[in-house]
C-alpha cells in the first residue's frame, strides 16, 4: 500500500461546529504531516509529528487541534472555525529521514473544508 | 523557513514542446524536491535532488540544482496534455522534516 488515504474528500461546517478530518497511511512511514493550503497558493506547514509525537506547529491557532493516535493514523480536530480557514487540507507522510530520505513526500488527495 | 521561488509562473506550450521552470532559495539545503499538483488535489512527488547533486533524471524529467546559485531547474521534456499541472518546488534546509514549497508554476500543455 503506497498510499495516504484523507477523509472526508469534502466537508461544509458551520463556524460553531466541532468536525474531524482523518489521514491514514500503512507505509511504515513514522513522520506525518498537515499542510493548508489556499486557492493558486503553495501548500503551507501546519504541524508534524515524528514518531506519534508533535515535533512541530507552525503557529497553528488553537482551533485546529492534531493528534496521531498511531503511527498510521493522523486526525486534525476543527472546533469554532473561521471562513478564512476554508482551504484544501493535505495530509503527507514520509520517512522519518530529514527532508522524507530518497523518496519525499506521500500526499494524500486532500479535505476541501468550507466553513460557512 | 524558507521557500523555493518559482519563475515563471505560468507557462503554456503546445504538445511535444519542452517545458522548463525555475526554482530559486535562499538558505543552504539538504535536498530540492519537485512536485506536481493537479486541479487543486493532492501533490505528487516527482523527484529529488540532493545538494551534493548537480543533475538528475527520471523519465522525461531532468532537473538540475546549482547550489552556488541557490537555484534549480526542472525540465520536461517532449510535453504531453496530462502533464497540465502546477509544479513546485520545496526544500528541506535542516532536516527536520519541515518541507518548504515554493510559489508553484501552472503549466498548460495544449494538444
Known amino acids: 500500500d503506497t498510499e495516504v488515504t484523507q477523509t472526508p474528500k469534502h466537508l461544509v461546517m458551520g463556524m460553531t461546529n466541532k468536525k474531524s478530518l482523518k489521514c491514514e497511511q500503512h507505509?511504515?512511514?513514522?513522520?506525518m504531516y498537515w499542510y493548508k493550503q489556499k486557492a493558486k497558493k503553495p501548500p503551507e506547514l501546519m504541524f508534524v509529528y515524528s514518531y506519534e509525537k508533535l515535533s512541530i506547529n507552525e503557529s497553528v491557532p488553537s482551533r485546529f487541534s492534531p493528534e496521531c493516535p498511531n503511527s498510521s493514523l493522523l486526525n486534525l480536530h476543527l472546533h469554532a472555525l473561521q471562513p478564512e480557514d476554508s482551504a484544501l487540507y493535505l495530509c503527507?507522510?514520509?520517512?522519518?529521514?530529514?527532508?522524507?530520505?530518497?523518496?519525499?513526500?506521500?500526499f494524500g488527495s486532500g479535505t476541501r473544508l468550507t466553513v460557512v | 523557513s524558507q521557500q523555493g521561488e518559482e519563475d515563471p509562473q505560468a507557462l503554456s506550450i503546445q504538445e511535444g514542446e519542452n517545458a522548463t521552470m525555475n526554482c530559486s532559495y535562499k538558505?543552504?539545503?539538504?535536498?530540492l524536491q519537485w512536485y506536481r499538483q493537479n486541479s487543486g488535489r493532492g501533490l505528487v512527488h516527482l523527484i529529488l535532488i540532493r545538494s551534493n547533486e548537480r543533475e538528475k533524471h527520471s523519465g522525461r524529467l531532468r532537473v538540475t540544482l546549482d547550489t552556488s546559485k541557490k537555484s534549480s531547474s526542472l525540465l520536461i521534456t517532449a510535453s504531453r496534455a496530462a502533464d497540465t499541472a502546477s509544479y513546485f518546488c520545496a526544500t528541506d534546509a535542516g532536516g527536520n522534516n519541515r518541507l518548504a514549497f515554493g510559489k508553484g508554476n501552472q503549466v498548460v500543455v495544449i494538444p
Open positions: 538558505t543552504s539545503i539538504n535536498n
Open positions: 503527507a507522510s514520509s520517512p522519518v529521514t530529514g527532508g522524507g530520505g530518497s523518496t519525499g513526500y506521500t
Open positions: 507505509m511504515g512511514h513514522r513522520a
